[in-house]
């Protein structure tokens, strides 16, 4: 036969009695504040709703824009491709007309190559490194690109520097990376350090020999060896 429960103490009722009125005191006392922090809270989530809705809309626009130029670019036609033909916006009014977007991000990738292509190197040096660095391949290339820009410009070591940072984020790739060692061999010898060009060249010949770089990488070495006595 199953227990008949106990009823409640009148202790135990003044309890939960004295509990529900300093509750009650408290919502009655903070009930404007408590107000004013949902209202808040609710404005967050509405700003950042709408926030998002136009970042949409105005990436959707700023990649319609970037297709005229990607297609200039494709072309060799830099200056169209970064200043715009009149019915298009070129790269450098999507960077700086629809900011925080994706397509601004990427306009500012292409328009560093389309200076660096044009020989203005600063310009080139500039734009790439505003480039947010997300994606691998982008990285790796926006980073040996200022490393082109830097040795154009003179500045062997910056270009060594930049060089290597990219063989580093594209260590993976058997495309990128014995092009952007090649490049560190290449400037090495430049700045008169054979061993580390030696050093670069037997690791194309001895990693990447499937690739054209690493295919010729032995006539390399025996450059810098010779180079060495």
Do not use: C
């Amino acid at each position: 036969m199953a227990k008949k429960k106990k009823d409640a103490s009148p202790s135990t009722l003044e309890n939960v009695e004295h509990t529900l009125t300093k509750t009650e005191q408290y919502l009655e006392e903070n009930y404007k504040t408590l107000l004013n922090w949902l209202a808040v809270v609710v404005a967050v989530v509405a700003v950042v709703w709408l926030g998002r809705m136009f970042l949409n809309k105005r990436s959707s626009e700023a990649q319609s824009q970037m297709y005229q130029a990607e297609m200039y670019f494709e072309i060799d036609s830099m200056s169209l491709a970064l200043n715009g033909d009149g019915n298009y916006l070129g790269f450098l009014d999507i960077e700086s007309s629809y900011k925080m977007t994706r397509a601004a991000n990427l306009a500012r990738y292409y328009a560093g190559i389309s200076y660096l292509k044009l020989g203005e190197y600063e310009n080139a040096i500039e734009y790439l490194n505003k480039f947010k660095k997300k994606d691998d391949v982008l990285a790796a290339s926006a980073t040996a690109a200022i490393g082109d820009a830097y040795i154009e410009l003179g500045d062997i070591e910056s270009g060594i520097r930049h060089y290597n940072e990219a063989i580093s984020i594209a260590s993976e790739n058997n495309f990128l990376a014995p092009v952007f060692l090649m490049k560190a061999g290449i400037a090495y010898e430049v700045n008169g350090n054979y061993d580390k060009a030696l050093e670069i060249y037997e690791r194309l010949r001895d990693e990447f020999s499937t690739t054209s770089e690493g295919g010729t990488a032995e006539r390399h070495i025996a450059r810098v060896k010779l180079l060495k006595e």
